[in-house]
């Protein structure tokens, strides 16, 4: 995948500083990372909307922006197209309008046959007279991104698209999206916090925290290798935990927690192996730890590594899933507050196994779960 | 009705009406600028518009006689030149209107103008219109009921005015005396029948005044 745009973005403003470097290709950067960390002051910096003050953005070898060059192209120049956090749809105009706002420069002829154009391949035929208010959300998504596109920008800007609609709309829409998306070959750069949306959206994530870049990479990367344990926390991973390696070999790292022996899957090339004696941080999903069943045959360490025994402290009911907290029985501090461990399993599960009533378990968790991240 | 309570009207409709076009093009575009532009000394040019507000209307008129007066730091250049000056006539009374009630303009429209939500500026900033085309087809249409309420009210302000227009353009009945001013003539000679009829007639015009701001107000755009 060639590199298409190019980012370099330093800016000091009360309170907060952004200092950013990274590059995309064609498809969907993914701008991911808690609010309040840059990814919006970023959108604005490649519109030209906020004048950074230092860096450099090249967009399909035009330079955009270049501190030391003294370039700042204005907004009206970039040609890129900006879907706002709640579609910022002109109030007063009506649809068609509105898609046709952006090519006031064009003759009229030329303005109407492009604004007919989209909004055929947008599927807004019924709607061009109406007015911002009168669509529903998802309508007013494909306004949006309708406006936006009908200038055939180099480059789309898409923050937050998703965030002000409901639940279930939000998936159907969020596939719609995806295909709009793909069908325009242009870089596009998409601000969201939420993992799922990044994760089904974006075919490359940028991770943000507080003004930086924390880890970029191809999505499938990001959630099973986070680059660090401020990365896994970001994502929202469950059950980080922090151990002593007393071994380490490309077929396995042996570690040291909680009084427990854990052996552990190696990082990938080229992660660089973790000394021996060293804390690391590592992480075992909830849904990837395993109860074993009372009224099966004894566990045994060929297909049962990693055994451990607790009591559950607490649960908390998730409709389709249970999240077990669990204590070990090894005496000491606990590892997350008052518990070590976090199960979640299947509603099913936890009426078979008549968990409210039996409250002590032996469980497992597979080398291959435990992910040792890089320090 | 007598011919100086229908030339006290006619005055009054003059001045109110120049005074409010006056305070439109200075006040809109000074609206904006507060609204919207980085502005040096923001603090002051706010300070210098709300004063009137507070001020006795008294003082205001005695600085517009410092500034306008054939003797004023404006006026007497302009007398020196003209041979006319703005004091004592209606132009005076309407500039003196102008004055006091250009800050219900600048803040109604001011606070109409930052209503506007700036990411559809922005919008229309990515989608190819500079700043000046923006704010004709965006900003001022989607503000533009706050804006005609704060017309309606300079308009009713300026007709109301007393202090400042005495001060500035006297009471010459026929020439400066506006309705205020014959009401006060009016109460001062005992004729209390022509103070009656115009008092009731500028309340129900406030009343009509103060509905439409409302109504303005309260539409959505």
Redesign the interface.
């Known amino acids: 995948m060639s590199q298409r745009l190019e980012v370099g973005l330093r800016l000091q403003v009360p309170g907060f500083a952004l200092d950013v470097d990274w590059t995309a290709g064609e498809g969907v950067a993914v701008l991911f990372g808690p609010s309040g960390s840059g990814k919006t002051l970023t959108l604005?910096c490649l519109?030209?909307?906020v004048h950074p003050q230092a860096g450099r953005i090249v967009l399909d070898g035009q330079v955009l922006f270049d501190a030391t060059a003294g370039i700042h192209l204005?907004?009206?120049q970039?040609r890129?197209?900006?879907v706002?956090?709640?579609y910022?749809l002109?109030?007063?105009l009506s649809v068609a309008e509105n898609l046709a706002?952006?090519l006031?420069?064009a003759p009229r002829t030329e303005r109407a046959r492009r604004t007919a154009a989209m909004i055929e391949r947008l599927g807004l035929g019924q709607l061009e007279r109406r007015y911002p208010r009168e669509l529903s959300g998802g309508q007013k998504q494909r306004v949006a991104l309708g406006?936006?596109l009908a200038?055939e920008p180099a480059m789309l800007l898409l923050d937050e698209p998703l965030s002000a609609l409901d639940m279930p709309l939000r998936r159907t829409l969020r596939d719609e999206l995806r295909s709009i998306l793909s069908e325009w070959k242009i870089p596009a750069v998409l601000v969201t916090h939420d993992l799922a949306e990044a994760y089904q959206l974006g075919d490359r994530v940028i991770v943000y925290e507080q003004g930086s870049v924390r880890q970029a990479g191809p999505r499938g990367e990001l959630l099973w290798r986070p680059a660090s344990e401020s990365v896994a926390r970001i994502l929202g991973i469950r059950n980080i935990l922090r151990g002593r390696v007393l071994e380490a070999s490309p077929q396995g790292i042996r570690l040291l927690w909680r009084g427990q022996r854990l052996e552990a899957m190696a990082p990938p090339e080229p992660t660089p192996l973790p000394a021996p004696g060293s804390d690391v941080a590592f992480f075992a999903r909830p849904e990837d730890l395993r109860l074993i069943r009372k009224d099966g045959p004894p566990p045994d360490p060929v297909h049962h590594t990693n055994l451990l025994s607790g009591s559950l402290i607490r649960e908390a009911d998730f409709g389709a899933t249970w999240t077990l907290l669990v204590r070990l029985d090894e005496p000491g501090a606990p590892a997350q507050g008052d518990y070590d461990l976090e199960i979640e399993i299947p509603r099913f599960v936890y009426d078979t196994l008549r968990i409210r009533q039996d409250r002590h378990w032996q469980l497992s968790i597979h080398f291959r779960s435990i992910h040792v991240l890089p320090s | 009705m007598s011919p100086e309570i229908l030339s006290a009207i006619g005055i009054s409709a003059r001045v109110a009406l120049v005074a409010t076009a006056l305070d439109a093009a200075v006040g809109l575009p000074l609206a904006y600028g507060l609204a919207r532009k980085p502005m040096t000394a923001k603090s002051a040019v706010e300070l210098l518009v709300t004063l009137p507000l507070v001020l006795p209307p008294t003082v205001t008129g005695y600085y517009l006689i410092v500034l306008l007066g054939r003797r004023g730091w404006v006026g007497a250049p302009l007398f020196g030149l003209t041979g006319w000056s703005v004091a004592f006539t209606w132009y005076g009374a309407a500039i003196a209107a102008a004055v006091m009630a250009l800050p219900l303009l600048v803040r109604t429209a001011r606070a109409a103008i930052e209503s506007v939500d700036r990411d559809l500026e922005r919008a229309a900033f990515t989608l190819g219109r500079s700043e000046w085309q923006t704010a004709l087809a965006v900003t001022i249409p989607l503000a533009r009921n706050g804006i005609m309420a704060g017309l309606v009210l300079t308009f009713a302000r300026a007709l109301g005015e007393f202090g400042a227009t005495l001060m500035l353009a006297g009471n010459i009945p026929g020439r400066t005396t506006t309705i205020p001013l014959a009401i006060y003539t009016a109460v001062e000679t005992g004729e209390t029948g022509d103070a009656l009829l115009l008092a009731g007639a500028l309340t129900v015009l406030s009343c009509l005044v103060i509905f439409i701001a409302n109504r303005l107000g309260t539409a959505a755009p």
């Open positions: 604005q519109a030209g909307l204005p907004p009206q970039r890129v197209g900006y706002f956090q709640g910022a002109f109030p007063h706002f952006g006031h420069g406006r936006a200038t």
